[in-house]
């Protein structure tokens, strides 16, 4: 069994380490040293210091460098990645091996705004600036903390950490603690590449105490955290005076679907979006508005590909859907789905628990909207269709609910995918796609409950500098 270190330079760890195990038959994987108050703040005071020493800063074309080789060792070590993150997450070994190609292309995306960023010249126009050059450049914000979690073990960190290496801020990461391997394994492949160790630290934190002192000390410049909302809106809130922060949480996507939509090309879409990972993902396709003339041949047919889906060990490259994070996400859902039945839901398919960490994908026609199926996000791989009067219907029923994120609608009619992109309460909106959609370099963005501020390598990268302004006078043409 592996034993990952504490990752804090000048650090020692009194706590118990956390047991990693295999969320699909709990088999132990491995133990992490976790960090207690003492190791988190010599964690912060390294951070700190680093960006206080503003002669040590890493210089520009170091950063490129560093974050170009590691994009090269982790594409020697891709399906070694893969593995892992499969293992320790649960996510199929086939959509680990997109998610560690994503990851890969994030590294190299960090790598390319470092060398493609410039400040800008500000216009002196006028007679009271007569004399003056301004320009921008930009500098790190200060020390980063990034709070994670276990749905994308690798590409997550990469989105939080690519970002905090580009812009040259000294960086301190907790992963989940039930997926902590791939984080590490992505730090040890930056100090690889020749990051000093003290720039980017790993702190498994051993209480909510401990977490606490670490995001909300006075010290961090930049938060980062993606969970659950209530966790996320009470760190908000204890953040120190000046700490940017971005937050991450849940959604419960709505797909509009109007009478005219291609279903055919539509089924396979919903299929993956709902069920990828199991539906454990922050915009999986849960809530699909159908035009009532359709909705029983949509959810039908719908039913037929979930029960085809093979449900398994997710390190088996046939398995599509692979288990629940933990034994006690199996009872929920299940109490979910039960509630919803009970409430007069029509059960298509699933309904039952295949093991103790899986559950079969299912599918419910018109569960009422007072049920949380209908009204929270399940995490699970749980798809409900509901019949609609149209369009219209389907928009105001998808806005319904505090949850704003991606969503989508399918459709053949210009009009109506103009319509329902100006209506649906959404940062992005698909048209003819799942919610689930995304390549890195697009901004992901939760509003209302589901989030604050904007995800994407870019506009990471730029939220945590700062643009800084220079303003020259000639004395010689005063």
């Known amino acids: 069994m592996q034993q990952i270190r504490l ?3 000048g650090a020692s760890s009194s706590s118990a380490p956390v047991e990693v195990r295999a969320p699909f038959d709990d088999a ?3 133990t992490v040293a976790t960090a207690d108050h003492a190791a988190v703040e010599t964690a912060l005071a390294t951070a700190h210091a680093l960006y206080l020493d503003r002669d040590g800063w890493l210089p520009t074309p170091e950063r490129a460098e560093i974050l170009e080789r590691a994009a090269a060792i982790m594409i020697a070590r891709a399906d070694e990645l893969a593995v ?3 293992r320790e997450g649960g996510k199929p070994l086939v959509d680990s091996k ?4 994503r990851a890969i292309e994030g590294v190299k995306l960090c790598a390319e705004a470092v060398r493609n960023q410039r400040g800008s010249e500000i216009p002196m126009t006028s007679r009271a600036s007569a004399n003056r050059l301004a320009f921008t450049r930009f500098e790190p914000i200060g020390p980063v903390v990034a709070v994670s979690a276990f749905n994308h073990p690798l590409n997550l960190i990469v989105h939080q950490i690519g970002p905090a290496v580009a812009a040259g801020c000294p960086a301190i990461v907790k992963p989940a603690a039930v997926t902590p391997l791939s984080c590490a394994r992505f730090l040890e492949i930056l100090y690889e590449a020749g990051l000093p160790e003290p720039w980017c630290q790993m702190a498994l934190t051993s209480g909510h105490d401990v977490a606490e002192k670490l995001v909300c000390d006075p010290r961090v410049g930049f938060f980062s955290f993606i969970g659950s ?7 908000r809130s204890k953040l120190a005076p000046g700490t940017r922060c971005a937050l991450e949480h849940g959604g419960a996507a709505p797909v509009v679907v109007a009478g005219d939509a291609d279903v055919e090309a539509m089924l396979p879409l919903l299929a993956k979006g709902g069920f990828y990972h199991a539906g454990q993902v922050c915009v999986s396709v849960q809530r699909v508005y159908t035009d009532s003339s359709i909705s029983r041949d949509v959810a039908n047919r719908l039913a ?3 029960q085809a889906l093979r449900v398994g060990d997710p390190t088996s490259p046939d398995t599509e859907v692979g288990p629940l994070i933990k034994t006690g996400e199996v009872e929920r859902v299940h109490e979910w789905v039960t509630e919803a039945v009970e409430g007069g839901a029509e059960l298509l398919c699933g309904g039952d628990r295949i093991s103790d960490s899986c559950y079969s994908p299912t599918v419910l026609l018109d569960a009422p909207d007072d049920v949380r199926v209908s009204r929270e996000e399940i995490f699970g791989p749980v798809v409900c269709v509901y019949s609609t009067d149209g369009v219209d ?3 105001r029923r998808a806005n319904a609910l505090p949850f704003s994120f991606q969503s989508a609608v399918f459709t053949r009619s210009l009009d109506t995918a103009l319509r329902c992109y100006r209506r649906l309460d ?9 919610t689930a959609f995304r390549v890195d370099w697009m901004p992901f963005a939760g509003l209302k409950v589901s989030g604050h501020g904007v995800g994407g390598i870019h506009h990471t990268m730029h939220d945590m500098q700062v643009e800084k302004m220079a303003v020259i006078r000639s004395m010689e043409l005063a």
């Open 7 to 9: 990752m804090v330079p």
């Open 28 to 30: 132990p994987i491995a």
């Open 84 to 86: 892992e993150a499969a």
């Open 98 to 101: 997109v998610e560690t190609s």
């Open 229 to 235: 909302g209530r966790v996320g809106w009470a760190m």
């Open 304 to 306: 037929e590909r979930a």
């Open 393 to 395: 219907d389907g928009i």
């Open 426 to 434: 959404a940062s992005a909106v698909m048209v003819n796609d799942h």
